[in-house]
């Protein structure tokens, strides 16, 4: 019986295997949430899901490029990276809310793109290839 060893993976397949490639289901999931939210919360809040949306897609790319810059060594620690990350989104998230860009209910729904896209995407990634030696 001999043991099963993964094969080493590229660059290119490392991004799309990981976070990075998880961002287009994250979209998608956004587009199809958006395509629904007239039925949901009536064509007048409609943008609101979009705008939710395209923070999930543009959080889990930051996410993505933090985790990507601490595994190739960044300067700056994780913890540090990801609370200025979270700042932002929080601050975007309020600035949208208090100028009336969406509303919270319709900005929620358009987050829970995030995840959504990431379970779809699990799911229907390809298992990464191993050899037996």
Do not use: C
């Amino acid at each position: 019986a001999g043991s099963i060893e993964r094969a080493p993976m590229t660059d290119l397949e490392t991004e799309q295997n990981g976070l990075f490639g998880l961002i287009f289901p994250v979209a998608i999931a956004a587009v199809v949430l958006t395509m629904l939210a007239p039925f949901v919360v009536g064509m007048d809040q409609a943008s609101g899901v979009a705008v939710g949306g395209a923070l999930a897609t543009l959080n889990l790319a930051a996410i993505a490029l933090v985790v990507r810059g601490v595994m190739r060594g960044a300067v700056l620690s994780w913890g540090a990276l990801a609370t200025v990350k979270f700042a932002l989104l929080v601050f975007v998230t309020w600035i949208v809310i208090k100028n009336h860009w969406a509303g919270v209910f319709p900005l929620a729904l358009g987050y829970a793109a995030l995840p959504l896209g990431i379970v779809v995407g699990q799911l229907t990634r390809a298992a990464p290839a191993r050899r037996e030696g």
